[in-house]
């Protein structure tokens, strides 16, 4: 495994392109509009895309997982884990 401390968000593109079959994402925030069109191109594809975020307000406004959600890529949201104990 490598780790990136630059570029990282063209690192992430190189490995969606070259997803296949199904991509499982976790993220406390999902906001890039850059990632979002990559996933999309993935859903294209026929690529069986998961995305499972933090119920916040950032996500709920995301325009970002809205667009998902408009390319039927699964979104789900979890609790928010920052005012539940």
Avoid: C, G
Wanted: glycine share 0%; net charge negative.
């Amino acid at each position: 495994m490598d780790a990136y401390f630059q570029d990282i968000e063209d690192h992430i593109v190189k490995e969606l392109r070259a997803t296949s079959e199904r991509l499982l994402v976790a993220a406390a925030w999902f906001t890039n509009q850059r990632l979002a069109h990559e996933l999309v191109a993935l859903r294209r594809r026929y690529v069986d895309v998961e995305i499972v975020v933090d119920d916040n307000p950032a996500n709920r406004k995301s325009s970002a997982l809205q667009m998902l959600a408009t390319a039927n890529v699964s979104v789900s949201f979890i609790k928010n884990l920052a005012t539940d104990q």
